[in-house]
């Protein structure tokens, strides 16, 4: 593996986010107001969504997307690929915007804390609408 290489900025982003598990209205809107404002508000280049947290974490390390974020996952859903993520130099947050920790469950990982922390952001924004 190499080192992650930052994005300039949000417009230059490839992010991925799953649906989520949970078919309920509440929890299909947020999914839907993180997306919109990824592009509209971010711009970011493209969202991408390959239905498997392991899938997408691992293409954060690989440097070929540059965020994701999970909010429903377990801690064996997670803890491996988050040492995976920065020991490549990326940042790997909880979706409050504190370091990751094995308590955490849940999971903003980027090639670079500001990406991190804008996806954690929106996550958290809209965790009200999940319920």
């Not at 491996?80 to 469950?105: C, K, N, W």
Request: proline letters at 5%; hydrophobic letters at 40%; a neutral charge.
């Amino acid at each position: 593996l190499r080192t992650l290489r930052p994005p300039r900025d949000m417009s230059d982003t490839i992010v991925a986010l799953n649906m989520p598990w949970r078919h309920s209205t509440p929890a299909i809107e947020a999914a839907s107001e993180i997306r919109r404002e990824l592009m509209a508000v971010h711009k970011v280049r493209a969202i991408r969504m390959y239905g498997a947290a392991v899938f997408q974490e691992v293409q954060v390390a690989l440097g070929r997307i540059d965020g994701y974020s999970e909010p429903g996952g377990k801690i064996w859903d997670v803890a491996a690929r988050a040492a995976l993520i920065e020991a490549v130099g990326g940042t790997v947050l909880a979706l409050d915007g504190s370091p990751f920790d094995l308590e955490a469950h849940t999971i903003s990982c980027g090639s670079s804390r500001s990406v991190a922390e804008t996806m954690a952001s929106l996550c958290k924004k809209n965790e009200d609408r999940k319920s």
